[in-house]
C-alpha cells in the first residue's frame, strides 16, 4: 500500500518551513547544456540553510512536534547533511538535539553540526551502530527521534524543492534527483507528478551504492550492505516508506560509476562556480551519461548539497 | 569634469544585454551576517556568463557597435575574465574576436576564453605589453578595440547588476564592489547614486595593490606599478573615465591583506558554496575588517567572478 503522502502535505509542510529555509535559486548553464543535448534547470540546494535540501524535512520534522514532544530535544543519525539541518531546526524552535554521526563523516559535516549547537555522538560507520547509538540517547534524554529520510514528515519536508522548482520552470518533461536513503526522491516525486502528471521522475544512484535502482526494479526493498561511493550522502540503504512511494512515482533509476561522479562535480565546479558535494554530482553525471539519457528535454535537475571538506577535493 | 554617462545609459545597456546575460541570484549568509555583523546582500556576478561580471560591460560594448564597426570584429586585453566575455560576446554577435593576455593569467581564464572560440595572444604581463600587443592586433586586422574598463560602453554594461541588485533589495544603504581598473566600481556606483542618492558606494582593493585608494584620497590618479596580489582581477591601474566617476559617486575605498583575502575566499567557498575568485573576496574581506566598517548596515555586496584553478587552491 502505497503511504499516505499527498502534495498538501507538501504544501503544508512550505507553510510551515518558509521562515527558516531558503528558496533556492535555479541556475542554468548554456555549456552543461550543450554537454548533455538537453535544456538543465538546476535546483540549487546545495545553497540551502546548512548546505543541503536537509533543512527542509528537518524544518518540517522538528516544528511539526507538538510542544509536549518537543519539550526534551529530538535525536537522529546522519552522515552529516541531515544531523546539521535538525541541529539548525531544533536551535530554531529553541529545543535541544543529539546528533549521531559516524566516525568517517567528513570534518566540514561535523563542523556544521557542532556550530549549530547540537551535541554530536560519533559512531561506527555501519547502519546497526548508528541506530544502537541513538536508541542510547533516545533512552537516556527521552528525546524525539527524527530519522533522515524513512518519516512523513522529513519527505514532505525534502518534497518542497520540487514545487519550487516547478514554479519557476513549469514546463519541466522530468526530474533528476539522487537517492540514497530516498527521502528527497520520493518527496520530489509525489510533490512533482501531483503537479504534473505527465512528468518524469528520475533517481540517480552510485553504481556502486545501487540499492534502489536494484529495489524498483525487483519490486522488493533489497538493503545495501556497507556501499564504498565517494557520494558519502548517498550510502544509507532505502527506506521503507521511501521505496514505497518511489515504487508509486519513479520513473526509473539511473547509476553513475565513481570517476564519473567525481568528473561531473568537477565540471560543476568550474562551468558553473558553486560548490556542490559528490551526492549531488551524481545527477549530473547520470545526465552526461553516453549516450545522454534526456536528451532533448527540458530537465530539473536536484543539486542536493555542497558540504565537501576543502582540504580534500577529489582531483589533483 | 565628470564623464557623461547617466542612469538612461545603463536602463539601456540592461535591454540591450538582457538576451546574453544571467540575472544573477541575491544570495544572502545568516553565519557571515554575524561575522559582519551587518546584513549582506551578495549579487552572485561569479555565477554570470563566462564567471564574471564582464558579460555586461563586453555585451553592451559589442552589440552597440554599428555593423560597419563590427565588422572587422573586436580586440581586447585582459587577464583573463573581460577576455572570455568579449569572446562570448563577439560569438554572440558573429564576429571575430583577439585577446591579448598576459602570460602569468591562469589556465582557467585561458581556456574559458578559447573555449568562446577567440584567438589568443600571449604578451609580457605589464601594462605596457598589453597596449603594443593590442595596438598591433588592430593595425594587423582593423578590429575595434573594447578597453576592458576605461570606456563608457564598457562601464554602463557593468552598471547593470547595481539596477538588478536595488529592485531585489531596495533599502540597500550601503554596496561594496571591487575595484581593479574601476569599470564595475564607476559603473554601479552611477546607477547606485542616481537610484537612491543616500547609498554609500564603497571600494574595495587589495592593500597591495591600492592606486584607486591613493588616488581618491589624494584627488589625483596615481597609477599603480606592477601590483604583486594573489586578486589577479584587481591588479590593473585604474582608468581615467573610472576615476573621474569614482570621485563623483564613490564614498570611500577600504583596502585588505592578501591573508585575509584568502581567508574570505576560503570562508565563502565553505558557507556559502560558491565558488568566488580572490578578487571577488576582497570586498568579504573588507566587510569582515575589525571593527566591522559596515556594522548594522543593509549592505550589497558584488561577488563579481569565480574563474580559479581549481587545481590551485590558495590553501593546503
Not at 546539521?84 to 553540526?113: C, D, E
Request: overall charge positive.
Amino acid at each position: 500500500m502505497t503511504p499516505d503522502l499527498t502534495l498538501r502535505n507538501i504544501l503544508e509542510a512550505r507553510e510551515r518551513i518558509r521562515p527558516f529555509v531558503h528558496r533556492t535559486p535555479v541556475l542554468t548553464s548554456a555549456t552543461l547544456d550543450g554537454l548533455a543535448g538537453a535544456r538543465l534547470h538546476f535546483k540549487c540546494e546545495n545553497l540551502q540553510k546548512g548546505g543541503a535540501f536537509k533543512a527542509r524535512g528537518a524544518h518540517n520534522a522538528v516544528f511539526a512536534l507538538s510542544d509536549a514532544q518537543a519539550s526534551r530535544g529530538v535525536v537522529t543519525h546522519s552522515s552529516g547533511n541531515h544531523g546539521a539541518a535538525v541541529a539548525l531546526a531544533a536551535r530554531n524552535r529553541g529545543i535541544a538535539a543529539y546528533v549521531v554521526m559516524p566516525s568517517t563523516a567528513t570534518q566540514a559535516k561535523q563542523r556544521a553540526v557542532a556550530r549549530y549547537g547540537a551535541r554530536v555522538t560519533l559512531c561506527e560507520p555501519t547502519q546497526e551502530s548508528r541506530e544502537s547509538t541513538a536508541r542510547r540517547l533516545i533512552a537516556e534524554t527521552g528525546a524525539h527521534f527524527i530519522h533522515p529520510y524513512d518519516d512523513l514528515s522529513v519527505i514532505a519536508g525534502q518534497g518542497t524543492s520540487a514545487i519550487e522548482l516547478l514554479e519557476e520552470v513549469p514546463d519541466l518533461e522530468a526530474i533528476v534527483c539522487p537517492v540514497g536513503g530516498g527521502g528527497q526522491l520520493s518527496g520530489v516525486a509525489v510533490a512533482a507528478k501531483a503537479l504534473r502528471a505527465g512528468i518524469r521522475v528520475i533517481g540517480a544512484e552510485p553504481a556502486a551504492a545501487d540499492d534502489a535502482q536494484r529495489s524498483l526494479r525487483a519490486g522488493r526493498l533489497i538493503r545495501g550492505g556497507n556501499p564504498q561511493t565517494i557520494a558519502d550522502g548517498l550510502r544509507s540503504s532505502l527506506g521503507e516508506l521511501n521505496f514505497a512511494l518511489i515504487q508509486a512515482h519513479v520513473a526509473d533509476i539511473l547509476t553513475a560509476s565513481e570517476e564519473s561522479i567525481v568528473q561531473a562535480m568537477r565540471l560543476v565546479w568550474e562551468i558553473m562556480k558553486i560548490v556542490i558535494e559528490p551526492s549531488s554530482a551524481v545527477a549530473v553525471a547520470v545526465l552526461l551519461g553516453r549516450p545522454p539519457p534526456l536528451a532533448g528535454r527540458r530537465v530539473g535537475v536536484i543539486l542536493s548539497g555542497g558540504n565537501v571538506d576543502l582540504e580534500r577535493l577529489p582531483w589533483p
